[in-house]
């Protein structure tokens, strides 16, 4: 992070957290600056400290949600678990085989790709079930598709929603579910970063880290309400034609 102005850091802080909930990917996103303007890559110490910014600000959105101790929540946290399994597996798979280079195409093609499928979702779900009648199998059948999350582009939200709107579920409960199994899946990737020997290399600024850190949190918790009172009145559509002008935008800069 000491490579990067104050200035840098608050625009990737806030790049963090209006694309981290959306389904417009934003590993994709926190890679367009640097290689579109030549600015220095953000470090492993940044994308923990905004990652652990959303984290809190989705537990914090959610508060009143899981403060409910009753069966019906415990089963929720069952299958948010069980919906997480195949992404741990992908991750690590992928890690074993060497870190993967994306490289604008592959991003373009990417967000045009999962974009069409998220606007298939939408306009072929029946769009009429709550996460509480969601089962184990329906549960791992999303998480199993949000491990294409891997490809930078595609977006963890984007396609953990374009599987639950196939599997039937309101657009609201699919943005729902897929908000809440940001947790484990953010979770996991901070303490799976600490185990990264380059964070010890990495000197800290204790404003920028602050900077970071508090500027996502607050972008992050408005951005959640923002998006799901957008799609009760917009839906997804609006996110598709922005993903696919972005591809094509990105194609052209080839």
Not at 55 to 74: G, P
Not at 80 to 94: E, G, N, R, S, Y
């Amino acid at each position: 992070m000491n490579e990067l102005s104050l200035f840098q850091v608050i625009v990737l802080s806030l790049i963090q957290a209006f694309t981290e909930f959306l389904p417009i990917s934003s590993s994709a996103h926190l890679l367009l600056p640097n290689k579109l303007f030549g600015w220095p890559d953000q470090g492993l110490f940044f994308d923990i400290v905004v990652h652990l910014a959303t984290l809190l600000a989705v537990l914090i959105y959610f508060r009143h949600y899981f403060l409910k101790l009753d069966f019906y929540i415990s089963k929720t946290f069952f299958l948010i678990v069980l919906a997480t399994v195949p992404i741990v597996f992908i991750v690590l798979l992928f890690e074993s085989l060497g870190n993967t280079r994306w490289t604008l195409r592959t991003i373009a093609l990417a967000n045009i790709f999962f974009a069409v499928i998220l606007l298939i979702a939408d306009k072929v779900s029946t769009q009429d079930k709550h996460i509480k009648k969601m089962s184990s199998f329906q549960a791992l059948t999303i998480g199993f598709v949000q491990a294409f999350s891997v490809i930078s582009g595609a977006s963890r939200s984007g396609t953990a929603i374009s599987a639950a709107l196939i599997l039937g579920f309101s657009r609201r409960e699919a943005a729902r579910f897929a908000l809440m199994l940001s947790i484990p899946t953010i979770l996991g990737a901070v303490l799976y970063s600490f185990l990264d020997y380059r964070l010890l290399a990495e000197d800290v600024i204790i404003l920028y880290t602050f900077s970071a850190f508090l500027v996502t949190f607050i972008a992050s918790y408005f951005s959640i309400s923002i998006f799901l009172k957008l799609i009760n009145t917009l839906g997804y559509t609006p996110f598709v034609i922005y993903r696919v002008l972005l591809g094509v935008l990105l194609l052209c800069l080839i």
